[in-house]
């Protein structure tokens, strides 16, 4: 049984990942920021099913949270860097408040937890790092500069970090998800949505479920020899 940790695991993405590790029979550590009624009620539900799984409140986009977090935890064997917001504002309009939010949410929360996982990750000669980026961070979203920054960083990331680490018995992978249906997508209108659809190949919008496999698959033993790779769930959208 492998302990592992997903941020921002009391809703959408987050949470399908959780139940299908959970589910698989691993320990799984649920972060969360404000959602403590929705992660209590997860935790219940797989709880019932026999799973293990645990709550644990903390802000990833600071990093003394991050640390002290990490202090309550065991050795983590899985790292999904999930957790994540989104603003939809002109480029124009964008504040340093909003630029510095975003970037420490979205960017700052995967470095700080990797820097905090690692050290007993090369101890223990092994370890599963996968960061949730966005179809934004490949090709840019406008009106999503912030956004697209963030995640195009988490590429770098990603692709860096795996060149680091392949000798210590690591792999650090991202999921780039296209348009997936969850609370993040709440600003949109009915006709958003439908045009999102439509510049979609598939013609669909995707699921939290089409998401968290692609995250099992990669942590998988099947998976062993893919590191530094950005794994598109999208549709087709690119
Ligand atoms: P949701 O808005 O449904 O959920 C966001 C999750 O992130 C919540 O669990 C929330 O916790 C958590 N979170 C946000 N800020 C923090 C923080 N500072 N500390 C800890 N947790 C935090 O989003 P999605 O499930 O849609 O998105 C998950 C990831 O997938 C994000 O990184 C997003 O950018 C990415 N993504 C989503 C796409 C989509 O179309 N939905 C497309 C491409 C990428 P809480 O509720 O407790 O505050």
Known sequence: MRSVLITGASRGIGAAVARVFA?????????YH???EAVQRLCRELTEKGCSVFPIQCDVSDPHAVQ???????????????????????????????????????????FYCCRAALPAMIRQHSGRIVNITSVWGQIGGSCEVHYSAAKAGIIGLTKALAKEEGLSGITVN?????VIQTDMLSPY?????????????????????????AVWFLASPDASFITGQVLGVNGGLC
């Open 23 to 31: 589910e698989k029979g691993e320990r799984v550590y649920l972060n």
């Open 34 to 36: 404000h959602s403590h």
């Open 68 to 110: 002290a977090m990490f202090g309550t935890l065991p050795p983590i064997d899985v790292l999904v860097n999930n957790a994540g917001i989104a603003q939809t504002k002109l480029f124009t309009d964008l504040t340093d408040e909003d630029w510095h939010t975003m970037l420490s949410t979205n960017l700052g929360s995967v």
């Open 174 to 178: 991202a999921v780039a998800p296209g």
């Open 189 to 213: 209108t009915a006709e958003d949505l439908q045009a999102l659809r439509d510049e979609t190949p598939t013609g669909t919008l995707g699921t939290p479920m089409d998401v968290a496999r």
